[in-house]
């Protein structure tokens, strides 16, 4: 589908049909064009039998491999630096809980509720996150690789400085996520709502805005480069982009 550029931003149709899910945490799928965008690769986890969880709290650098951790409250506990492979953490609480530098590797996290919880400079790779009620978190420098957020509503995420490599939003609500300073490769909105969101020194690439129901920058339209919106969009926009260019527009 033809498009056409409004400064660094491309303009481009809505194109039918979905992304395809599909493919195993060992071999992926996607990364495909989707009017001329590449698509993310997205995960499929598939966890093998699971044990359950022993012990009442989480430790700093500990090692959890197939265990699954179950409506657990993990409020203010530390389990910085750890490894979490093939697990899964389902209704657990998070608030304020301290798993800066952990790794969350072929992993599922179903339905984390939490305020406060520090993710920063931790790792997601090959990771599904469902139906998360989640407010002021912090991962803040890092790194996520082939990763759906799906459903669910965030709150004041802070992804200063992270790197996203084929990440999907699906389905769910970001209220003011900063994305300041962030490398975005492979990115997509799909479904969700997007409201002030903060892209200041951002570098995008292949970033796919089109798919957002709602999308709201409240800072950073000068460092969308990189980014697909749909024509609708680019008119919504409009006003913000006027602002960021001294244009005043008059009756």
Do not use: H
Not at 3 to 14: F, H, K, L
Not at 108 to 113: E, G, K, S, V
């Amino acid at each position: 589908m033809s498009g056409v550029s409004r400064g660094n931003v491309q303009v481009r149709g809505i194109v039918s049909g979905g992304v395809q899910d599909g493919g195993m945490a060992k071999t992926r799928q996607g990364g495909g064009k989707q009017g001329g965008v590449k698509a993310a690769r997205r995960p499929e986890v598939r966890l093998p039998e699971l044990r359950g969880f022993e012990g009442g709290e989480v430790e700093p650098d500990g090692d959890y491999d197939g265990v699954e951790l179950r409506e657990l409250d993990l409020a203010g506990q530390d389990g910085a630096g750890s490894r979490f492979m093939d697990c899964a953490l389902t209704g657990c609480a998070l608030d304020e809980t301290r798993l800066r530098n952990a790794r969350f590797l072929d992993s599922r996290l179903t339905a984390p509720r939490g305020v406060g919880t520090d993710l920063a400079d931790a790792t997601l790779r090959d990771v599904e996150v469902t139906d998360a009620r989640l407010g002021g978190t912090q991962m803040f420098g890092s790194v996520l690789e082939r990763v759906v957020v799906r459903g669910g509503k965030i709150d004041y995420l802070n992804l200063r400085q992270a790197r996203l490599k084929d990440v999907v939003f699906e389905n769910c609500v970001l209220v003011e996520p900063d994305f300041a300073g962030a490398r975005m490769e492979r990115v997509e909105f799909v479904g969700c709502a997007l409201r002030g969101a903060d892209f200041s020194a951002a570098t995008l690439s292949d970033v796919d805005l089109r798919g957002a129901v709602e999308l709201g920058i409240t800072a950073g339209l000068d460092r969308l480069r990189g980014a697909v919106i749909s024509t609708a969009q680019l008119l919504d926009l409009a006003p913000v982009f006027a602002g960021e260019l001294g244009i005043r527009v008059e009756e």
